[in-house]
């Protein structure tokens, strides 16, 4: 079996990024699925493919479409070198909320990165942000088997 193309997998990938971060803030939200499509402007078996990662027929646009309506905060950086790149940051990311989740050992992992991404060339970057994507969905998994667990749990002692 060959690897998907660098293009391919990087799709995929974002593709996985944002569906786990809308999952995370409708979870967030405390609402069901209908209300959440309602509030979102989409269809609810949409909004399940993205809750539960099946989004490989979901397209990218659609899924960044509902972050924005989510207003999640979003940044996309294209470039080599960081400092030197051009990004884009959506306009709805309040700078005031974004100060609050800051903090001094966040700063130094950041600065920690950003001198690391320096010495990788762009085989081992987009190596590493698969693994990163990976890692993601392991995570994605086993919180959603947690939560399972703790539901079966919950319900075995009612």
Same mark, same amino acid.
């Given at each position: 079996?060959?690897?998907?193309? !660098?293009? *391919?997998?990087?799709?995929?990938?974002?593709?996985?990024?944002?569906?786990?971060?809308?999952?995370?803030? *409708?979870?967030?939200?405390?609402?069901?699925?209908?209300?959440?499509?309602?509030?979102?402007?989409?269809?609810? !078996? %949409?909004?399940?493919?993205?809750?539960?990662?099946?989004?490989?027929?979901?397209?990218? =646009?659609?899924? *960044?479409?509902?972050?924005?309506?989510?207003?999640?905060?979003? %940044?996309?950086?294209? &470039?080599?070198?960081?400092? =030197?790149? &051009?990004?884009?940051?959506?306009?709805?990311?309040?700078?005031?909320? %974004?100060?609050?989740?800051?903090?001094?050992?966040?700063?130094?992992?950041?600065?920690?990165? *950003? @001198?690391?991404?320096?010495? +990788?060339?762009?085989?081992?970057? +987009?190596?590493?942000?698969? =693994?990163?994507?990976?890692?993601?969905?392991?995570?994605?998994?086993?919180?959603?088997?947690?939560?399972? @667990?703790?539901?079966?749990?919950? %319900?075995?002692?009612?």
């Amino acid at each position: 079996m060959s690897l998907p193309s !660098p293009d *391919i997998a990087t799709v995929r990938a974002l593709r996985s990024d944002v569906a786990v971060q809308l999952a995370r803030h *409708i979870h967030r939200m405390g609402v069901s699925q209908v209300v959440a499509a309602k509030r979102l402007g989409l269809p609810q !078996p %949409t909004l399940s493919k993205i809750i539960n990662g099946r989004v490989s027929d979901v397209s990218l =646009e659609l899924l *960044i479409r509902v972050a924005v309506r989510a207003s999640l905060p979003m %940044t996309l950086q294209i &470039g080599l070198v960081p400092q =030197e790149a &051009g990004a884009f940051r959506s306009s709805r990311t309040h700078s005031r909320s %974004t100060r609050a989740f800051r903090s001094k050992l966040g700063d130094v992992a950041r600065q920690s990165l *950003i @001198q690391s991404d320096a010495s +990788l060339t762009p085989s081992q970057r +987009l190596e590493a942000f698969l =693994e990163h994507n990976q890692l993601l969905g392991a995570l994605h998994q086993a919180g959603r088997a947690a939560e399972a @667990q703790r539901v079966r749990k919950a %319900t075995f002692k009612a």
